[in-house]
């Protein structure tokens, strides 16, 4: 369920699906949540893995569930009967990726941004599967117009930037051929989540237990652990890797296999004791325990809580511009923030209404990789619009009001007098001063009854209106420069009763 309403979430391009509670669906994983510093969130998981185990990556993570789709798929379509078997941790591997990862904390976020599992999969659904969506999208415009029919609508697709793209092509095919071959592999030797709940779930209450007395070492529930942690002749099961599948409780034939609490004395090997092995095969759980606790666990989280475009863009935005600074999303303050903050999952991106958001290639450096961006070609800023600072999850873009945002300074117009077409061709325009919401582009007096653009940077937001519409080609006459350091705009109101006063001194 949260698997197929995080995907919409991305997959949404009609904002069917907005507010407070959804925006849950991103907030609620855990790299997001640890980047945010949210301790209710980080409490509740942190909670939830001591009790059960590692249900984060069985019930909560989009990443383990796609794995286990894909799995599901290889078992229905592989010719030989799937089977798996218990392999040794990598824990050097595995522990080695969680330290790399942490150098988000050094403002170099690019590691963890290619290896934390939410981000990889936010990637893979908004430059891969979303592009197929709407696809989908205008083959039903085009049957259900048809027959005047207008509940779809046609939606431009094009391929935000060639460097996303083609990571996410890498991530999903490489974390689907190890899903393919070896199940939960990823999660087990790559992943930073799946490397702190595995240890947390050393300790957990719940986990699976085999009963000695009851085992006959039949490899049946090896064969069906796709986290490869069970050993069958060992009679064990590593709970650090366990994901709580539970596919081995219904596969044992001998109903050895339980989900039990450590105050039951369960035996992970065989023991001497037989009289222990009765007491412990007297605790039975239920057949419904698998059902039970999945759907618990997701409403205890939830609770609390291609036809593609001709033109495809460069790798650096438009190609047309070599800005000073990029424009950061209003609300991100600066490039050092989004780099503290930020591992790419590109749900601002997705969720943007003016796809004015793009992945960014080499403007923030190298750390930045695929951070958002913006840029102008498709649209431009909406003046009240708000999206992208209430869906990020990692507090990289902070959550702006209206009127937080109508003053928030993303950057700075300039104006290229000697190629705007007033002057070139000697003919009227204005396109920039009418889309601009603040008046910092204003027509004044030229010369045979024209009128020629004037700009006031103090009350210019940088949303990019008169970039966009600025009919000039290949370089605009106007655009908007990034501000290294996002600032505050002087309201509209103010800088006309500064200029009124200076106007009263004669000056």
């Not at 060639?162 to 992943?191: D, P």
């Not at 951070?371 to 909406?382: A, D, I, R, S």
């Not at 600072?389 to 507090?395: I, T």
Request: charge should be positive.
């Amino acid at each position: 369920m949260l698997f197929s309403l995080i995907t919409f979430y991305f997959l949404d391009f009609a904002g069917l699906m907005s507010g407070k509670t959804v925006n849950l669906l991103a907030k609620i994983q855990f790299i997001p949540a640890v980047m945010a510093f949210s301790v209710v969130i980080l409490i509740i998981l942190i909670v939830l893995t001591l009790l059960f185990g590692r249900v984060y990556c069985s019930s909560i993570c989009p990443m383990g569930i796609y794995q286990d789709i894909i799995a599901w798929i290889s078992k229905r379509t592989s010719k030989k009967k799937k089977r798996y078997k218990f392999s040794k941790a990598k824990n050097i591997l595995r522990y080695s990726m969680l330290v790399a990862s942490v150098s988000i904390f050094l403002k170099f976020p690019l590691i963890l941004g290619f290896i934390d599992p939410y981000s990889a999969y936010g990637r893979i659904v908004t430059n891969v599967f979303r592009p197929v969506y709407m696809a989908g999208n205008n083959v039903l415009e085009a049957i259900f117009t048809k027959f005047d029919n207008y509940t779809f609508y046609r939606t431009d697709i094009f391929i935000m930037n060639v460097f996303a793209f083609v990571v996410a092509i890498l991530s999903m095919g490489i974390i689907g051929y190890l899903a393919w071959k070896h199940g939960r592999t990823y999660c087990n030797t790559i992943c930073p989540a799946g490397a702190v709940f595995g240890f947390l779930s050393r300790f957990s209450i719940f986990r699976i237990r085999i009963n000695g007395s009851k085992c006959n070492s039949c490899g049946v529930c090896e064969m069906k652990c796709k986290a490869a942690c069970i050993n069958s002749k060992q009679k064990t099961v590593d709970s650090s890797r366990c994901v709580d599948c539970f596919n081995c409780l219904s596969a044992c034939r001998k109903n050895a296999l339980k989900f039990s609490p450590s105050l039951i004395p369960a035996r992970n090997t065989l023991s001497k004791e037989n009289n222990a092995d009765e007491a412990a095969s007297e605790y039975v759980v239920d057949e419904g325990k698998r059902r039970f606790l999945t759907t618990g666990i997701i409403a205890a989280v939830a609770a609390p809580v291609a036809v593609i475009e001709n033109e495809v863009h460069t790798l650096a935005g438009n190609g047309k511009y070599v800005r000073q600074h990029p424009i950061l999303p209003p609300g991100s303050i600066s490039v050092e923030n989004m780099l503290k903050h930020c591992t790419s999952c590109h749900l601002c991106i997705s969720k943007c209404p003016s796809r004015v958001l793009k992945p960014a290639f080499m403007e923030y450096g190298l750390a930045g990789i695929m951070q958002p961006t913006m840029y102008f070609e498709k649209g431009f800023c909406n003046f009240d619009c708000t999206i992208c600072s209430e869906v990020c999850p990692n507090d990289a873009i902070k959550q702006l009001t209206k009127d937080e945002k109508h003053l928030n300074q993303n950057g700075y117009v300039v104006f290229t007098q000697e190629i705007c077409i007033v002057q070139t061709d000697e003919t009227n325009c204005g396109a920039c001063s009418e889309h601009c919401p603040t008046q910092a582009v204003t027509m004044i007096p030229y010369k045979n009854g024209l009128t020629i653009p004037q700009i006031n940077i103090d009350i210019c937001v940088g949303c990019g209106g008169c970039e966009f519409i600025c009919p000039v080609r290949p370089l605009r006459a106007i655009h908007i420069e990034g501000h290294a350091v996002q600032s505050k705009a002087k309201p509209f109101e103010e800088q006309e009763k500064e200029e009124k006063t200076i106007d009263s001194f004669g000056f």
